[in-house]
């Protein structure tokens, strides 16, 4: 075998090619035109970001072209389309920097930035900033709601103070009158759900309300005796001593903190101070309003944490569709080399442990789907305490013996409606991760136990109310502190040693949990330890296992008979020859589609087709789904399958059989049997 070195034209192609790939695996549209409005290069998010059709991306492609098409679909509103078309011709001939958003009809909020880049022409990024924009103005509604909640409430303590100075100024005039005020008022104020209180400007309280009771044990008949520096604390004392003095200059002050309450209770408060000026401008006190923002607070991190997950699970799941199908020719390519009599000395040095790699490669984009809940299961009813007993007949022997593992199981004859190889990875994971946090050498404790979560706790776990089975691994190791918790469940992040863990085991738990309707938590200490809980919901009725990676890459491929004539629907070229000979392998006569319109062209005009197979996934609006329903529904075709890398989350529940991209023929051949023969 002899290797030619490629020429210079060769490499430049290459190059280009490598270039033109990542262009297109960025997240911006791109564009690059030269000084006479011509398109020199582009990018696919630029077409699918505006909604351009493919056709209409090539060299040379007129500037003007984008502009009408964008016209004549009603992009730029009412008015005469030349003038539209002609107008904005003439503002890209001045080649002038600018960055605008704009907004299409569709609701799409798009950043256009354009630069000229001299002697080669005018570069312009596309991004899609709408959730960006949507974000700003939950926030700024949430401020306002704040501002708004705020001048309520101290409006509320103005009137009061109103009140009050009535009811001295009656004072001089008729003290039983006043008597009947105080009381009054006493009972107005103990009533409100917050702290109230006034002190004068020696800081000495001269009226605390109800919520000083209840928060701190205070007497509301001595208010004279009550001292923010004893009650509160000297450490947060002297965090807001600097609003006091705010305050206390005649400005209006609102702060929040965190103080610890009667029975050791840990609130986040907010409080307002409103300084009572003179006529004169003298400050003679303050007005002090306080609320308990702990359950806002914990609301507002659980949706900015949720927001977060999902964000990044829409990353992982669009990488993982591109990696399955890279990895899909990798190793359909290798195990059919492997199958050539002249390289059978090679399999076990070369070929193999390159299988072995893309394998692992494999193993990883399925850790990400998992997490991003895009990972095909295969939900049952599982008795939960006999499927974690099974699994430690199965890890016990492999821990060390100066590890203890206890099981405490407390839902006997509970059942749950999940994945029970999922449920078992999930666990595996969570004793793993507790045995290197006591380096082999503490108590690990599983439990199992029913639960009856109430409005607050389900709102904690984003969870509804009702029965749960709550499973927990605690562990007595090292702990991780709190800053690291919020982090835990992130792809690719780990607290290990390089080399020592992928960093998705948890983010697998995570995914899996999600997945089976449930949630999953951590209570962590540093040098305490870590306790693992996941929440999985009980059915109120109750009603596969994957295919095996480990081929025989030595099986040579025999003749097989004819199968018949197979529809192969693929829109990745490099994919689709793979496929299609792992199909003539198996003895099928192959027609190809590389889209969804295709297919349905063809599946209306050809008979005798004995297997349909299809990408899910797929561009120019027809996907495998709706491919794979009408090829069932001519009612002559044996066989439909469906293969992808990964399903998206608008996918609709399908009854037609998935295969899990990579796979080889031997796992094509196994799907083929197991489901329709």
């Keep these: 075998m002899s290797t030619s070195i490629p020429s210079g034209s060769s490499r430049d192609a290459q190059r280009i090619e490598s270039l033109q790939a990542g262009l297109d695996l960025i997240d911006q549209g791109f564009t690059l035109i030269d000084e006479h409005l011509r398109l020199v290069a582009w990018n696919e998010p630029f077409l699918k970001l505006l909604e351009f059709p493919d056709h209409m991306g090539y060299e040379g492609a007129p500037f003007e072209s984008f502009m009408r098409y964008n016209a004549e679909r009603g992009e730029y509103g009412e008015g005469d389309i030349e003038t539209q078309v002609r107008e904005r011709v003439e503002a890209a001939k001045a080649f002038r920097i600018h960055d605008i958003e704009r907004t299409r009809p569709n609701g799409t909020v798009l950043r256009v930035r354009g630069f000229p880049v001299p002697g ?37 303590l103005r009137a009061t103070n109103d009140q009050l100075r ?51 044990g205070l007497d509301t008949t001595r208010p004279d005796q009550a001292g923010a520096r004893g009650f509160l604390g000297l450490g947060t004392y002297s965090l807001i001593k600097p609003f006091i003095r705010q305050a206390l200059r005649g400005e209006p002050v609102t702060f929040e903190y965190e103080v610890n309450t009667v029975g050791g209770v840990r609130k986040l408060a907010r409080t307002s101070l409103i300084p009572e000026v003179t006529d ?95 990972q095909p299961i295969q939900s049952s009813a599982v008795e939960l305490d006999a ?8 890890v016990r022997h492999t821990l060390p013996g100066t590890l203890k593992l206890a099981f405490e199981l407390d839902a006997p004859g509970v059942h749950c409606l999940l994945d029970a190889n999922q449920f078992q990875n999930a666990l595996l994971n969570l004793i793993l991760n507790a045995k290197d946090a006591t380096q082999s050498k503490g108590h690990i404790t599983v439990r199992s136990a029913t639960r009856v979560l109430d ?15 709550c499973l927990s691994v605690e562990d007595d190791g090292c702990g991780v502190d709190a800053q690291t918790l919020t982090r835990v469940f992130e792809p690719f992040f780990t607290t290990k040693q390089v080399g020592q863990g992928s960093g998705l085991g948890l983010s697998m738990v995570y995914g899996f949990a999600r997945q089976s309707g449930g949630a999953v938590e951590i209570d962590s200490e540093p040098g305490v330890g870590t306790t693992v809980s996941l929440w999985l919901p009980l059915p109120e009725a109750l009603p596969g296992d994957e295919l095996d990676p480990s081929d025989d890459l ?22 689709r020859k793979v496929v299609r000979r792992h199909l003539l392998d198996l003895g099928y006569a192959v027609i190809e ?21 299809s990408d899910f996934v797929m561009p120019g609006g027809v996907n495998g789904q709706q491919v794979t329903t009408h090829a069932i529904r001519r009612g002559t075709i044996p066989k439909v399958l469906l293969m992808s890398g990964y399903l998206p989350d608008t996918a609709q529940p399908t009854e037609v059989p998935l295969i899990q991209k990579p796979f080889t023929r031997e796992q094509l051949l196994q799907a083929l049997q197991t489901h329709f023969d």
């Design 387 to 394: 499927c974690v007993l099974s699994l430690d007949k199965l």
């Design 593 to 613: 589609a590389s889209n969804g319109h295709e297919a349905l062209d063809i599946l209306d005009q050809t008979d005798g087709l004995q297997v349909v197979l």
């Design 166 to 216: 009535e009811a001295l100024r009656l004072n001089e005039q008729f003290a039983s009158s006043l008597e009947r005020s105080e009381a009054q008022m006493r009972l107005i104020t103990d009533s409100i759900p917050a702290l109230l209180g006034y002190f004068d400007s020696t800081l000495v309280y001269r009226y605390i309300n109800r919520g000083y009771r209840d928060w701190f």
């Design 120 to 156: 080669h022409g005018f570069v312009t990024l596309y991004s899609d900033i709408t959730q960006q924009r949507h974000s700003e103005e939950l926030l700024r509604e949430h401020n306002a709601l704040l501002e708004l909640r705020v001048a309520q409430r101290t409006a509320e």
């Design 554 to 575: 030595s099986l040579a491929s025999q003749d097989a008979p004819p199968q018949g004539l197979a529809l192969l629907v693929e829109d990745d070229a490099h994919v």
């Design 280 to 374: 004169r401008g003298d400050v003679v006190g303050c007005f002090e309003l306080t609320f308990d923002i702990t359950q806002e607070r914990r609301t507002h991190d659980i949706l900015v944490q949720a927001q977060k997950m999902e964000a990044l699970g829409q990353l992982t799941s669009g990488l993982s569709h591109d990696f399955n199908n890279i990895l899909t020719v990798i190793l359909g390519n290798l195990t059919a080399l492997s199958a050539h009599a002249d390289v059978r000395h090679h399999v076990s040095e070369y070929i193999a442990p390159a299988v072995d790699a893309a394998r692992r490669g494999s193993d990883l984009i399925k850790g990400l789907l998992a997490f991003s809940r895009q």
């Design 455 to 469: 409005a607050e706790r389900a709102a904690q776990l984003n969870l509804s109310t009702g029965v749960y089975v």
